[in-house]
């Protein structure tokens, strides 16, 4: 059975930390990993998606990466600031996008 | 990115009535659409699949007769929730994809909060 699985679930950190939010995937044959932000009661933003060939991808404050073949993808926030307090999604693809539980993250002032 | 919406944001209504929620992909043909709901603290789940001009693909446990898909055109699908219970409110999102399913980023809409009474 496809898995991910995240962790921690919930994170809270002060602001200006750096910060590491754990992803692990049950199948390595995904086609493509997608990290998502999701603020309460609200869609899904994009933040990253790294291709199966890809090893990271870095956006603004953002990096991802991505190991095949231990089944794990980490994304990275620099400098966390309050606004970045949201529920972090990672899905992996395979015939169809499997979503992890999330982690739950909390910058405070 | 490409933008999918999705109509209404919220709906609230009684129960044994039915509601359709529409979604559109607005600046690109959606091959794909695929249909999710999240329940508080929970993850998203995958309801169905359908591409344009075919019956949906629905996933294990969700009832086909319950969660009517249409997907008419590459640019619309819609999911018509029939006789709705209390036990269907959930937050439904949609998402659409161009092209192949392995490769290409999906899209998601922002999502419908029903509420059934």
């Known amino acids: 059975k496809q898995e991910v699985t995240q962790i921690p679930a919930a994170l809270s950190v002060p602001e200006g930390e750096n910060l590491v939010l754990n992803c692990s995937f049950t199948d390595s044959a995904i086609y493509n990993l997608q990290w998502f932000r999701q603020d309460p009661g609200k869609g899904l933003t994009s933040l990253l998606l790294?291709?199966?060939?890809?090893r990271e991808q870095t956006s603004g404050r953002l990096n991802a990466s991505l190991d095949k073949s231990s089944g794990r993808s980490t994304l990275y926030i620099a400098a966390s600031q309050p606004g970045d307090s949201a529920t972090y999604l990672c899905a992996a693809r395979y015939s169809t996008l499997t979503f992890g539980k999330g982690t739950m993250l909390l910058v405070s002032p | 990115g490409a933008v999918v919406s999705q109509h209404p944001s919220w709906v609230i209504c009684k129960s044994g009535t039915s509601v359709k929620i529409e979604c559109r992909s607005l600046d690109f043909q959606a091959t794909t659409m695929f249909w999710y709901r999240q329940f508080p603290k929970q993850s998203l789940m995958l309801m169905a699949t359908?591409?344009?001009?075919?019956?949906?693909?629905?996933e294990q446990g969700v009832e086909k007769d319950k969660f009517l898909i249409n997907h008419a055109s590459l640019t619309l699908s819609t999911l018509t929730v029939t006789s709705a219970h209390p036990e269907d409110s959930s937050f439904y999102i949609c998402?659409?994809?161009?092209?192949?399913?392995?490769?290409?980023?999906?899209?998601f809409g922002p999502g419908t909060r029903l509420t059934v009474l």
């Open positions: 790294i291709q199966s060939s890809q």
């Open positions: 998402s659409a994809i161009t092209g192949s399913v392995g490769n290409n980023e999906q899209f």
């Open positions: 359908s591409n344009e001009g075919s019956k949906a693909t629905y």
